[in-house]
């Protein structure tokens, strides 16, 4: 008979990494729930997974490219915009969920242990399925395009191998900074209201809708400090050849993330201890 002993955790850096592994069927089963439950009651169902995107790469192209002119670097339109939403959406959900994870789950955390790190790492994780779909989707749209443009219009570049690391980054990004926001949002509840609006605004200071060149010169610095800026122009520069590859942007990226993921996790650990006394 297996025996597990739950001792209170009281240091900083105690986190309970090892439960992960010990969990990993809790980890699986809560990835399938997700998936399995968040469009059950609806028409279309997982078609939403392909509507939402080409709604709203329509929609950027009336406003931003018609009305507001804004260049996307000799990029097809529907292209370029696609591969924005792509990376996006996978962030700013993956991101939304993580920064919910203490009031969405507090009905189970109250009743019994496990480590709670599993349920943002799940979301993130069943998230990849809904971008697998939509980059399906892309590659259909720019297969049209490889067809009907002159050749050499469109190229793939080998620094497109870097695209499952890019989504490694977004992915620990967004639940680096979810648990922070989950674990302060315990006791103070109006900064959910201001994730929600402050995502979407987040949004315009990286270039998902426009790339780094078209950026006012004044302000290019500024949006060149945001963590999310160099993978979004290395996927553009890998499959559209517009942007640009910044390894020194990448590795800023990367050690940006670290620092969050490290914060974030000693925060989350600490938070999960009494927070069922705020929540």
């Not at 804004?70 to 097809?76: Q, V």
């Amino acid at each position: 008979m297996h025996e597990h002993i739950i001792t209170p955790r009281h240091r900083l850096l105690d986190i309970d990494l090892k439960g992960l592994w010990r969990y990993r069927d809790l980890y699986v089963m809560y990835i399938k729930r997700d998936i399995a439950t968040k469009y059950k009651q609806t028409i279309l169902g997982p078609l939403w997974y392909v509507v939402q995107p080409l709604l709203t790469t329509i929609m950027y192209m009336f406003v931003f490219g018609r009305l507001a002119g804004i260049s996307t670097d000799g990029a097809p339109q529907p292209l370029f915009y696609f591969a924005g939403i792509l990376l996006w959406n996978y962030f700013s959900e993956t991101f939304n969920l993580c920064s919910d994870v203490f009031t969405a789950n507090a009905h189970v955390f109250g009743k019994v242990y496990f480590p709670r790190l599993v349920v943002p790492l799940s979301s993130a994780t069943s998230n990849l399925l809904k971008m697998f779909i939509q980059l399906c989707l892309f590659i259909c749209i720019y297969i049209y395009y490889i067809i009907t443009l002159p050749a050499g219009t469109l190229s793939i570049n080998w620094s497109i191998l870097l695209f499952p690391f890019l989504v490694l980054l977004l992915a620990f990004h967004a639940i680096g900074w979810g648990l922070i926001f989950t674990s302060l949002s315990t006791k103070y509840r109006d900064l959910k209201i201001l994730v929600q609006f402050g995502i979407q605004l987040f949004m315009y200071a990286t270039p998902v809708v426009y790339p780094l060149s078209a950026a006012p010169e004044k302000y290019h610095d500024i949006i060149a400090l945001n963590p999310l800026t160099p993978i979004f122009e290395a996927f553009k520069y890998s499959a559209l050849s517009c942007g640009s590859l910044d390894w020194t942007g990448l590795l800023y990226s990367a050690i940006f993330m670290l620092i969050v993921l490290f914060i974030s996790v000693v925060v989350f650990s600490k938070t999960e201890r009494d927070f069922m006394d705020t929540v």
